[in-house]
C-alpha cells in the first residue's frame, strides 16, 4: 500500500512539474506582449475642426509617434470625419469614403501598420485644411530586440511615444503587472510541488 501512495504522489509531483514547464514556456510570451495603446486627441482642446493653420494636423501628426494599438480620438460638432485613401486624401474627394463618422465623438483605432487618411465631409473643410494623415508603425514588442543606442551626453530618457502635441510616453506597467503576476504564480505552484513531495 505505502507503494502505491508513493507512486501516486511521484506521478502527481511529475505532472505539476510539467504543468510548471509548459508555464514557464508560456509565460513570458504573455508577459512580452505590448503595453496597451495610447490614445490621441486630433486637435487637442479644440478637436476635430478647421484649422487656424492651414498645415496644424499635418504639423500636429509630424510631432507624434502611432503606434499598432493607438487610437484616435475625433470630437466635432456640426462635421464628420471620412475615412478616405490616398488620392481621395490628396484630392479632398469625399464623395467615396471607405468609412464615415457622424456621430461627434469617433474613437478609430490604428490596427495595422501603415497610413492612414482622413479629411472633414463639409464642404470646403478639407481644403481649408480639415485633414490628417497618420503614419503607424508597428509597437517595438512586436520586433527582436536589437541593441540599445549609445545616448547623447546629458541625456538620461530615450524619447518618449508621443510627442509636444501629445507627450504621452508607454508606460511599462501593464508588461510589469503580468510579470509580476507570472512570478507569484510560479512561486505559488513551486511551493504545491515542494510541499507535495
Same mark, same amino acid.
Given at each position: 500500500?505505502?507503494?502505491?501512495?508513493?507512486?501516486?504522489?511521484?506521478?502527481?509531483v511529475?505532472?505539476?512539474?510539467?504543468a510548471?514547464?509548459?508555464?514557464?514556456?508560456v509565460?513570458p510570451?504573455?508577459?512580452?506582449?505590448?503595453?496597451?495603446?495610447?490614445?490621441?486627441?486630433?486637435?487637442?482642446?479644440?478637436?476635430?475642426?478647421?484649422?487656424?493653420a492651414?498645415?496644424?494636423?499635418?504639423?500636429?501628426?509630424?510631432?507624434?509617434?502611432?503606434?499598432?494599438?493607438?487610437?484616435?480620438?475625433?470630437?466635432?460638432?456640426?462635421?464628420?470625419?471620412?475615412?478616405?485613401?490616398?488620392?481621395?486624401?490628396? &484630392?479632398?474627394? #469625399? %464623395? *467615396?469614403?471607405?468609412? +464615415?463618422? =457622424?456621430?461627434? @465623438?469617433?474613437?478609430?483605432?490604428?490596427?495595422r501598420?501603415?497610413?492612414?487618411?482622413?479629411?472633414?465631409?463639409?464642404?470646403?473643410h478639407?481644403?481649408?485644411g480639415?485633414?490628417?494623415?497618420?503614419?503607424?508603425?508597428?509597437?517595438?514588442?512586436?520586433?527582436?530586440?536589437?541593441?540599445?543606442?549609445?545616448?547623447?551626453?546629458?541625456?538620461?530618457?530615450?524619447?518618449g511615444?508621443?510627442?509636444?502635441?501629445?507627450?504621452?510616453?508607454?508606460?511599462?506597467? &501593464?508588461?510589469? #503587472? %503580468? *510579470?509580476?503576476?507570472v +512570478?507569484? =504564480?510560479?512561486? @505559488?505552484?513551486?511551493?504545491?510541488?515542494?510541499?507535495?513531495?
Open positions: 500500500m505505502a507503494a502505491a501512495a508513493g507512486s501516486s504522489s511521484s506521478s502527481r511529475a505532472a505539476l512539474a510539467g510548471f514547464v509548459v508555464f514557464c514556456l509565460a510570451a504573455v508577459a512580452a506582449e505590448a503595453p496597451p495603446g495610447l490614445e490621441f486627441h486630433v486637435g487637442g482642446a479644440r478637436g476635430w475642426t478647421v484649422p487656424v492651414n498645415n496644424s494636423y499635418s504639423w500636429w501628426a509630424m510631432n507624434n509617434r502611432f503606434r499598432v494599438g493607438d487610437t484616435l480620438y475625433f470630437r466635432y460638432f456640426n462635421d464628420s470625419v471620412l475615412l478616405v485613401d490616398r488620392p481621395d486624401f490628396d &484630392a479632398c474627394n #469625399a %464623395t *467615396a469614403p471607405l468609412a +464615415a463618422f =457622424v456621430d461627434g @465623438a469617433t474613437t478609430f483605432p490604428l490596427d501598420p501603415g497610413f492612414f487618411c482622413f479629411i472633414s465631409g463639409e464642404p470646403g478639407c481644403e481649408e480639415q485633414r490628417l494623415i497618420v503614419r503607424v508603425m508597428v509597437h517595438p514588442a512586436a520586433l527582436p530586440p536589437a541593441p540599445a543606442p549609445a545616448s547623447a551626453p546629458g541625456t538620461s530618457e530615450p524619447p511615444h508621443g510627442g509636444p502635441g501629445n507627450p504621452g510616453a508607454t508606460s511599462g506597467s &501593464a508588461a510589469t #503587472a %503580468t *510579470a509580476t503576476a +512570478a507569484a =504564480v510560479a512561486a @505559488a505552484l513551486a511551493a504545491f510541488v515542494t510541499a507535495s513531495s
